[in-house]
């Protein structure tokens, strides 16, 4: 259940484009039973850690729980994007981008197994690197019959995603 948090992203409409920056961002659900929130601080160039991140057809190269990723629309990630994962047993995710700002933000959802979730990712850059922060809300039938554990797992899951993407941005050639 660990990686449920990665999996498990809610259909929202899109907004936030490159071409509409009039737009409202999309942000978690605050009133969700389930939010977790992390950051990291990755040595590396941020077009490096941005390419990394949203290079989802390589997500199973450097993050140990995700089996399988296939786009499912051509070229770069945009708003309306999707891609078909499986992680952890969760075979047939569909996830879709429904926010981004290339270099800064990205925002994607689906639903998985009755959970709802928004999950965001920001990238802001630092002296010596970028700093990576995500947050991510979980609702539903599953979420708040056991809250508790389920707070646990979006905890584990976003910190050991974004550890596995510190490594592998500051791996050496």
């Known amino acids: 259940m ?21 737009r409202e961002p999309v942000e978690i659900d605050r009133n969700a039973p389930v939010i977790s929130r992390d950051d ?3 040595h590396a160039p941020l077009n490096h850690v941005w390419r990394i991140q949203t290079d989802v057809e390589q997500w199973p190269a450097w993050q140990p729980a995700v089996h399988s990723s296939v786009k499912q629309t051509p070229g770069p990630l945009r708003p309306g994007s999707s891609w078909l994962w499986s992680t952890d047993g969760l075979d047939g995710i569909t996830s879709t981008v429904k926010q981004i700002e290339p270099g800064r933000r990205i925002v994607w959802g689906g639903p998985a197994q009755g959970i709802t979730a928004v ?13 990576v922060h995500t947050e991510e809300s979980w609702t539903g039938d599953p979420v708040t019959a056991d809250t508790a554990v389920l707070q646990q797992a979006l905890d584990a899951s976003l910190d050991h995603w974004l550890h596995n993407l510190k490594q592998r941005a500051e791996r050496r050639p």
């Open 119 to 131: 999950h965001m990712w920001t990238f802001t850059p630092t002296e010596d690197g970028v700093k």
């Open 40 to 42: 990291i601080v990755i």
């Open 2 to 22: 660990l990686t449920l948090a990665t999996a498990a992203l809610t259909a929202l409409p899109l907004a936030l484009g490159p071409g509409n920056p009039d």
